[in-house]
């Protein structure tokens, strides 16, 4: 997927799929793109985050104020900025989680490199560009961190639904649907739900959906999204 994702970007104004391109963001938000400065501004600030919702859970807890649910912060995932951090602050917080997560970055960033130069060496590209269109290994890094931190579901039924991934995560939403529609071909709609009830939506007011995150782990969260929704319990992050 990735690998078409990049030769329909290469098309340029030709591509079918343009007007959903144009869509992308230029800097996926995944970290495993980060290097030297900018990594580790992105994992200071994860650590921060961490910290802050280990805080507030633990002053809730000695208020009395039940166990830490998790609240609505959007994800921006459609501009590709981080939010709503939610691991404990003792994976985060000190020196040896973020040496944990700085050493998952590059063992993500290393199998995703491998893949694409696997790509470029299937194509004829020898490791350094792709014949067609002379895509080069910085533009399948692009598409691939387009296609991980964008795809909804998991293993092989995960894919990218174009127009659909736009939408910003909410716990409180539900993923997309899939039915068929009156010609009995699949399709996928989104539909305005909060815990199960009808939400309907005001003009200008925006339609979320879930990216499940509730089934991920924060680090895996951080790694494919660049930020840990805070519907994940702490309790998760160990």
Not at 161 to 187: F, G, K, S, T
Not at 207 to 230: C, H, N, R, T
């Given at each position: 997927?990735?690998c078409?994702?990049a030769?329909?970007?290469?098309?340029?104004?030709?591509?079918?799929?343009?007007?959903y391109?144009?869509?992308?963001?230029?800097?996926?938000?995944?970290?495993?793109?980060?290097?030297?400065?900018?990594?580790?501004?992105?994992?200071?600030?994860?650590?921060?985050?961490?910290?802050?919702?280990a805080?507030?859970?633990?002053?809730?807890?000695e208020e009395?104020?039940g166990?830490?649910?998790?609240?609505?912060?959007?994800?921006?995932?459609?501009?590709?900025?981080?939010?709503?951090?939610?691991g404990?602050?003792?994976?985060?917080?000190?020196?040896?989680?973020?040496?944990?997560?700085?050493?998952?970055?590059?063992?993500?960033r290393?199998?995703?490199?491998?893949?694409?130069?696997?790509?470029?060496e299937?194509?004829?590209?020898?490791?350094?560009?792709?014949?067609a269109?002379?895509?080069?290994?910085e533009?399948?890094?692009?598409?691939?961190?387009?296609?991980?931190?964008?795809?909804?579901?998991c293993g092989a039924?995960?894919?990218?639904?174009?127009?659909i991934?736009?939408?910003n995560h909410?716990?409180?939403?539900?993923?997309?649907?899939?039915?068929?529609?009156?010609?009995?071909?699949?399709?996928?709609?989104?539909?305005?739900?909060r815990?199960?009830?009808?939400?309907?939506?005001?003009?200008?007011?925006?339609?979320?959906?879930?990216?499940?995150?509730?089934?991920?782990?924060?680090?895996?969260?951080?790694?494919?999204?660049?930020f840990?929704?805070?519907?994940?319990?702490?309790?998760?992050?160990?």
């Amino acid at each position: 997927v990735a690998c078409c994702l990049a030769m329909e970007r290469s098309r340029g104004a030709d591509s079918f799929w343009q007007p959903y391109l144009r869509t992308l963001p230029a800097a996926p938000p995944n970290p495993w793109l980060l290097e030297g400065p900018a990594l580790a501004e992105a994992l200071e600030a994860v650590a921060a985050e961490a910290a802050e919702v280990a805080a507030e859970a633990e002053e809730g807890e000695e208020e009395g104020g039940g166990s830490f649910a998790g609240g609505g912060r959007k994800a921006g995932q459609g501009s590709g900025e981080a939010a709503a951090s939610s691991g404990r602050g003792s994976e985060m917080g000190g020196g040896g989680g973020r040496m944990g997560w700085g050493a998952a970055v590059e063992a993500a960033r290393r199998r995703y490199e491998g893949a694409a130069d696997e790509v470029l060496e299937v194509v004829g590209g020898g490791g350094a560009q792709l014949v067609a269109g002379g895509l080069r290994r910085e533009e399948l890094m692009w598409a691939l961190a387009q296609v991980v931190s964008r795809s909804l579901g998991c293993g092989a039924s995960a894919g990218l639904l174009p127009y659909i991934d736009m939408a910003n995560h909410h716990p409180a939403a539900r993923p997309p649907m899939m039915m068929l529609d009156e010609r009995d071909q699949v399709v996928f709609a989104v539909t305005s739900i909060r815990e199960g009830e009808l939400a309907p939506l005001a003009a200008g007011q925006e339609l979320f959906i879930s990216y499940q995150a509730e089934d991920m782990p924060p680090l895996k969260a951080w790694l494919k999204w660049g930020f840990v929704p805070q519907c994940l319990p702490p309790a998760a992050a160990h």
